[in-house]
């Protein structure tokens, strides 16, 4: 499994770079209809699946989760299961979408009937599908035909497991000028994630950026000056722009993410970098599950 997950990134760096050369870049100007073709080819092969597959699975949970009754739950999912040999998780079913668990690191999320059902699945579609952005969003695998222009009824994605706490998604986030170490408590945890926001915005913007609150910049003054010598003067305010700089050479994530804001200048940085609307993906790298801020 590790090494069909390693061949599939090398897969995707491989099209990532294919747009640093133009001529290159035009050789491979495809209709979505031959993409999608080449997609199901190779994913075929890093998977074991394929879009006739895909399709047959979906329309069976469709069908299993429109007629199911309690009573015949059981026994539907058996037959599932022994068809396309795999072992399903108890679907997590929100409002307007039902996520199965299909094996291989891969969900299948089924869009209720409505439109805002199948443009949530077009939505996180696209942003799964674009190389441009640097595997920053869950990878999309295959999808239905479109009911309408991208509006579709499933998708099969990368599973990824949610950062629920600021300390997990800190990990993600180092300084040469702030230390870990010093940030020992919830309330400078969300003081430092304050102070990622900015500097993200502070990538995109001029004029007066600030901190949300007097409290958290006396939080950050604190943590900048914690290691200083006796003798060094302490930073009196604080310079986004350098520790933007820093959290760029220092932050391969951060990195990512102000290109993302580059490309979404309207997003709030602050829900990129919310405990649960961010994760890891199958292969450590940060990811942002909601596509609903964009």
Wanted: glycine share 4%; proline share 3%.
């Amino acid at each position: 499994m590790k090494l069909i997950l390693e061949n599939w990134k090398k897969f995707i760096n491989e099209v990532e770079i294919v747009d640093t050369d133009e001529d290159i870049y035009d050789q491979y100007q495809e209709t979505e209809e031959q993409e999608e073709d080449e997609g199901s080819r190779l994913e075929r092969q890093q998977f074991g699946y394929n879009k006739e597959t895909i399709t047959s699975l979906a329309n069976d949970l469709i069908n299993m989760t429109k007629q199911n009754t309690s009573w015949k739950w059981k026994e539907v999912v058996n037959q599932i299961q022994t068809k396309y040999d795999i072992t399903l998780q108890m679907p997590d079913s929100g409002a307007f979408r039902t996520a199965y668990d299909i094996g291989n690191n891969l969900i299948l999320k089924i869009a209720k009937d409505g439109w805002e059902s199948y443009k949530m699945n077009g939505e996180d579609k696209t942003l799964g599908t674009d190389a441009s952005i640097d595997g920053i969003f869950p990878r999309v695998y295959f999808w239905s035909e479109p009911i309408k222009q991208n509006q579709y009824s499933w998708i099969v994605m990368e599973k990824v497991t949610p950062l629920k706490t600021v300390e997990e998604v800190l990990k993600f986030f180092d300084s040469n000028l702030i230390k870990k170490e010093n940030i020992k408590d919830l309330a400078s945890q969300k003081a430092y994630i304050d102070l990622l926001a900015v500097c993200l915005n502070s990538t995109q913007q001029t004029g007066i950026i600030s901190l949300s609150s007097k409290q958290h910049e006396n939080f950050i003054l604190y943590l900048l000056n914690a290691d200083k010598p006796k003798d060094e003067p302490k930073e009196t305010s604080i310079d986004y722009k350098k520790l933007a700089m820093d959290f760029k050479y220092m932050s391969p994530t951060f990195q990512k993410l102000v290109k993302l804001k580059k490309q979404y200048p309207d997003v709030e940085a602050i829900e990129l970098i919310k405990p649960y609307n961010c994760g890891v993906g199958y292969d450590g790298r940060f990811v942002v599950l909601d596509s609903s801020i964009f």
